[in-house]
Each structure stands twice: as structure tokens, then as C-alpha cells.
């Protein structure tokens, strides 16, 4: 969730984005508890979304005049990868913003993992004894969404009096460490208290880190920096769903969440040590 006080660019998309997330958890917790059995459903509605939002961009029309404005290209391809090339040379000289795009990327490893594997750490980790499957998953889902909503408010409230640097750094240590909880127990109860920290916490380090590629890029930039960035995180983070699910099979799905946070706090430790992280 991005603040509008703390972010002075982008701010109604992000928070807009983030604040769909928040509600999409507990919504798919709903989802889950009240479908039982069925639960490939709320995949089929979410994936649905996606093509009403596809249909809605479809009936966007932009002006004429902004056509005039823009830059002539002779070819739409040549001109996406000029932009992601210029947004990767700034990226790439901005030494705060790569390392933050390169901590970020090991300590979202996590995310990833836990994005595949709730449902079944829910079904085969969790003992079911407190809360059954698969309303265990939805109770954790809505857990994430409510440390998110949680996370938003306190950051958004003191942050701007914090350095970002160490925000970014607790905001990767506790997450990580909530995560290797999580991974750990089959207690429901306990599972659900570190979902809520890391919902918290994942706030903690993406809202200073958000507010820094805002601070630092020009606003002509933004779209081609940000676009870099999401890509190398978001495919660390599609690489480690793909890795998590494969090993699923042959190992408790528990275990590699685990792990996974061990990685999210070295991550923590890493950052620490950069002064270009840690100072800003």
C-alpha cells in the first residue's frame, strides 16, 4: 500500500492496487470456507477478473493530441525496447535503487514459495486439529490481507520520521522470520499470528522501498525504471513458485517455506552491509 503522504508520485495507483490485494485476501478466504471441496472455483473467478480488466483497456481511447505529443517510432517493438533499456541503464546507475532491486530480490524468494504452497501447507503441514482444512487456508489468507491493512496504517502513519534504509531491513528481518515460523509449525493458531507479521512487515520494507524509486526517478522515468524493476523481482519471484511446487512432492511444504525465510533474513543481512541500502 502506498501512502499518498510518504509517496509523491504514482501514489493513487499503487494504493489502489495494494488495497485491491487486501481486500482479495479475505475475499478468497470467504471464497474457500463457504466452497469446501470446490476449490479450483475462486481460481476460475480470479482468473476471470483478469479478463474483464482486459476488456476494460481494450475500450480505452486515447485522444488524438496525445498521439501528436508522443515520439514517432517506426516500430512499436523498437520503441518498448529502447525504454527498458534506458530504464535499465538509470536503474543500473542509481546504486541505491539496484541494490534494493537486488536484496529485494532474494528476500521475495519467500513471498513466491508461500504464494504456491499455502494451500498445501494448509492441507498436509497443519495439524487441522483447531481450524480443518481447507478453511485453515482461508483463515490464512485473510491473516496476510489483515497484517497488509495492519502494515499500511502504522508505516503510513510514522514512516516519513524513520530512515527508509532501516525500515527496508527490519521490514526483511522480521518477515523472514515470521516466515520460517510459519513454515515450522502445524499449529493453526500460531500459523495464523505469523501470517499477520508478515503481512505487517511486508509493508514495512515494500512502502520505503516504493517511496525511494519515487524520490530518486525522474517522473519521466518512472514507468521504464519501475517496469525494470518489477520485472527482475517478479520473475525471481515467478522462478520461485516454480521451484517451490516442483519440490512440493518430495518435501514437506512446510520445510521449504522455512527456508525460504532463512533466505529473506540473509537478505536482511545483506542489506545491512550495503551502505547504499542500509543510509538512505
Given at each position: ?128 486439529e483447531i481450524i480443518p482444512y481447507p478453511t485453515n487456508y482461508a483463515v490464512l489468507e485473510a491473516a496476510i490481507g489483515v497484517g497488509n491493512l495492519l502494515g499500511g496504517f502504522v508505516v503510513g ?120 541500502v542500509r543510509d538512505v
Amino acid at each position: 500500500v502506498r501512502r499518498e503522504d510518504l509517496i509523491p508520485a504514482n501514489g493513487a495507483n499503487w494504493t489502489g492496487e495494494t488495497m485491491a490485494d487486501i481486500v482479495g485476501y479475505p475475499q478468497a478466504g470467504v471464497f474457500v470456507a463457504f466452497l469446501g471441496a470446490n476449490l479450483a472455483l475462486p481460481f476460475w473467478v480470479d482468473a476471470f477478473t483478469y479478463i474483464i480488466s482486459a476488456l476494460l483497456l481494450a475500450g480505452l481511447v486515447i485522444p488524438p493530441a496525445v498521439h501528436a505529443a508522443g515520439p514517432r517510432v517506426s516500430s512499436a517493438i523498437a520503441a518498448f525496447v529502447e525504454e527498458l533499456r534506458e530504464g535499465w541503464h538509470f536503474l543500473r546507475g542509481e546504486v541505491a535503487l539496484f541494490q534494493n532491486t537486488l536484496v529485494s530480490v532474494v528476500a521475495q524468494l519467500s513471498i513466491g514459495a508461500t504464494l504456491a504452497l499455502t494451500v498445501v501447507y494448509a492441507e498436509r503441514t497443519l495439524s487441522g486439529e483447531i481450524i480443518p482444512y481447507p478453511t485453515n487456508y482461508a483463515v490464512l489468507e485473510a491473516a496476510i490481507g489483515v497484517g497488509n491493512l495492519l502494515g499500511g496504517f502504522v508505516v503510513g502513519a510514522i514512516g516519513a520520521r524513520l530512515r527508509k534504509g532501516w525500515m527496508v531491513i527490519t521490514g526483511f528481518a522480521v518477515m523472514g522470520l515470521a516466515t520460517i515460523a510459519l513454515g515450522l509449525t502445524s499449529n493453526e493458531l500460531l500459523a495464523v499470528g505469523a501470517a499477520v507479521v508478515i503481512g505487517i512487515f511486508n509493508l514495512v520494507y515494500v512502502i520505503p522501498s516504493q517511496t525511494l524509486f519515487a524520490e530518486r526517478t525522474p517522473e519521466g522515468m518512472m514507468g521504464r525504471v519501475v517496469a525494470i524493476r518489477s520485472s527482475i523481482v517478479m520473475g525471481a519471484l515467478t522462478g520461485a513458485m516454480a521451484v517451490s511446487s516442483g519440490l512440493a512432492d518430495q518435501v514437506d511444504a512446510g520445510v521449504i517455506i522455512a527456508a525460504t525465510g532463512v533466505l529473506t533474513v540473509i537478505a536482511a543481512v545483506i542489506a545491512a552491509w550495503l551502505p547504499a541500502v542500509r543510509d538512505v
